[in-house]
């Protein structure tokens, strides 16, 4: 492998790694002219294998997010894995925030005729799937409604949380890592997310393996505010070791 091909390579890995790169840091890092730094960009963008953005780059796999129903039937077994965990933590009597997504929808199933709670969400397909069940308590923010997760999101819905106390939080995620924290595809999402976390007395990351050192778009927050991190069985022993060796809690 040629200098310019291994160049391009350490490119994709810091973005793998950052989810962004800019043409400073190409130009930093490894020692080139800016007009090298934007001809690999190019080189890369036209093998679609990034996308180029104002004075840099994102992945190419970051702009795609994967619509609700499909990911309720990828890596199933596990996510009722991670449910069953989250649920051992919830106490009767408790108030319980979940995020949109798959992972968060599977603890809502488990729920059901376990515990009895108060469930604060501003996901409509998880207060549906709660909705008339004894012992469950539901409270939905209001806010702008985005078909791809069915999350509630905007100042409606960050006005409701602000305004509510939650024992534990459970937090879906489109892609974690230790550098950029947890992260999703919509800014609106993150934000509101944010603000549910601040309402938070624990927060509790739950996700799958495949999750791991995966980027997107917005970052929620990093990882120092987390409590922990809920996943499966199927995740790597490096990537416990790395996030333990972060002082993260891995469940």
């Not at 999703?184 to 999750?211: C, F, G, W």
Request: aromatic residues 6%; contains cysteine.
């Amino acid at each position: 492998m040629g200098k310019a091909e291994l160049r391009r390579e350490g490119i994709l890995q810091t973005l793998r790694e950052r989810g962004t790169i800019t043409v400073g840091d190409i130009v930093s890092r490894f020692s080139c002219s800016e007009a090298t730094a934007r001809r690999d960009l190019e080189i890369l963008e036209s093998e679609k294998k990034l996308i180029r953005t104002f004075g840099g780059a994102i992945l190419e796999e970051t702009k795609t997010e994967i619509p609700f129903y499909h990911k309720m039937e990828s890596h199933v077994e596990e996510k009722f894995e991670i449910a069953n965990k989250a649920v051992e933590l919830i106490e009767d009597g408790e108030i319980i925030g979940l995020t949109g997504g798959s992972t968060t929808f599977y603890i809502a199933k488990k729920l059901r005729g376990l515990k009895k709670v108060t469930v604060v969400t501003n996901a409509i397909n998880i207060a549906y799937e709660l909705a008339g069940i004894e012992g469950i308590q539901v409270i939905v923010t209001g806010g702008m409604l985005r078909t791809q997760s069915f999350e509630l999101s905007g100042p409606m819905a960050d006005s409701t949380l602000s305004n509510i106390v939650i024992h534990k939080m459970f937090i879906g995620a489109d892609g974690i890592s230790l550098q950029r924290g947890i992260l999703t595809y919509n800014e609106l999402e993150a934000n509101t997310n944010r603000v549910m976390m601040d309402s938070s007395l624990q927060k509790y990351v739950v996700i799958d393996h495949s999750k791991f050192n995966k980027s997107s778009l917005f970052v929620i927050t990093g990882l120092q505010s987390i409590d922990g991190i809920i996943t499966d069985s199927r995740v790597s022993k490096s990537i416990l070791k790395q996030y333990r060796d972060a002082g993260i809690k891995m469940i």
